[in-house]
């Protein structure tokens, strides 16, 4: 397999850190843990969330920016969907990193804690 070329790995490389930065934002994921279940509009989202229309609007731009989110005009209304479910495949597989990080430092602390009492 040949090698990419330098400026279509940097280009690569950019979308990843643009993607990464959409993801950057916890309510930007949760919104799209909610699109997963089903397409919304901004009006469903806002009632969800709780959040004023302006807010989720503006995470949604982010995200169809990036391309990880699909704009889709149904009459006056505009539904918003994942673009690609594997991002919730992704975002899965870094929630059990982060897992099994954290249980990697609890059992670090108990081995200190135990450590510590023994002395």
């Not at 959040?51 to 990880?68: M, V």
């Not at 991002?87 to 954290?102: N, S, Y």
Request: a negative charge; hydrophobic letters at 40%; aromatic letters at 4%.
């Amino acid at each position: 397999m040949s090698a990419l070329s330098p400026s279509l790995s940097q280009e690569i490389n950019q979308l990843h850190a643009d993607i990464c930065s959409a993801l950057a934002d916890p309510t930007r994921i949760l919104l799209l843990y909610t699109l997963f279940e089903h397409p919304r509009t901004v009006n469903e989202l806002t009632f969800e969330f709780g959040a004023p229309q302006s807010t989720i609007s503006r995470h949604l731009k982010t995200l169809r920016e990036r391309g990880l989110v699909i704009a889709t005009r149904k009459g006056q209304n505009v539904e918003y969907s994942l673009a690609d479910e594997r991002l919730i495949q992704a975002l899965d597989l870094l929630r059990e990193v982060l897992r099994d990080g954290v249980l990697r430092r609890a059992v670090m602390v108990q081995e200190v804690e135990t450590i510590q009492e023994s002395e």
